[in-house]
């Protein structure tokens, strides 16, 4: 049944594909986020939405009721379908989303098109290690809020030429995801609680931020929980 929900979706967007712009409907998207190929298939709602609550503590331009208009930009290294994105609780945002699977992107940018439509959001097939192949220059974008999510993967060995490829992929995400946050800015990298320990007990990575939260909304051992940080 998976696979004839992946397929009855990747169907759905051969159709809309020579649509110059096609926004999606309520139903639509409900039917688009059951696309379990992407990364985020395993975040639960219950985690986003935890995440969020904590990120509008530090935010007021997150709060819907503000009337401060400064706009937070955000970065997603891996957005998968967009459902972190998608839950963000303001529209008063600047949000760019990578992928490195177009079929990911485009349900991503559907999910999104209420921002993508405002002009607020951006999309690339890309991933973070593209902007070290020549090195470390310390021109990368920077961000107030970077979401990652690390998963296990070599690929950037091949790409990134600096001594920051050495490290297992948990590491070297969380680490590069720091190179795009601004001072002061904050780092959500969603990940399996039993992996938090390898990340707080990393010394370079750990120099450069403040440990803030530690979400695990549930006891379930295959669940996902966020770990959030603070740039120094």
């Not at 992928?99 to 349900?107: A, F, H, M, S, V």
């Not at 790409?159 to 601004?182: K, M, N, P």
Request: proline residues 3%; negative net charge.
């Amino acid at each position: 049944m998976k696979g004839y929900s992946n397929e009855r979706i990747e169907d759905f967007l051969r159709i809309i594909s020579d649509k110059d712009k096609y926004y999606a409907n309520y139903s639509e998207k409900a039917f688009l986020k059951n696309y379990d190929k992407c990364d985020d298939f395993v975040l639960t709602d219950v985690l986003i939405s935890s995440v969020w609550e904590e990120l509008k503590k530090h935010f007021s331009s997150l709060n819907k009721i503000t009337l401060v208009q400064t706009p937070v930009s955000i970065l997603h290294t891996n957005s998968g379908t967009g459902k972190v994105l998608e839950a963000c609780p303001s529209d008063n945002v600047f949000i760019t989303a990578m992928n490195n699977d177009y079929t990911c992107k485009r349900i991503c940018d559907l999910l999104n098109d209420r921002v993508s439509s405002e002009f607020s959001y951006s999309s690339l097939i890309s991933d973070i290690s593209h902007y070290f192949i020549n090195g470390d220059d310390g021109n990368t974008p920077r961000y107030d809020i970077v979401f990652t999510q690390p998963t296990e993967s070599s690929y950037y060995k091949d790409i990134d030429s600096t001594r920051i490829a050495s490290y297992d992929w948990l590491e070297y995400y969380s680490i590069r995801s720091l190179d795009f946050l601004t001072k002061g800015g904050y780092l959500c990298i969603m990940v399996h609680p039993r992996k938090f320990d390898v990340l707080k007990n990393n010394k370079e990575f750990s120099s450069e931020v403040h440990h803030l939260h530690s979400i695990i909304p549930s006891q379930k051992l295959d669940e996902y929980g966020c770990l959030i940080f603070k740039k120094i």
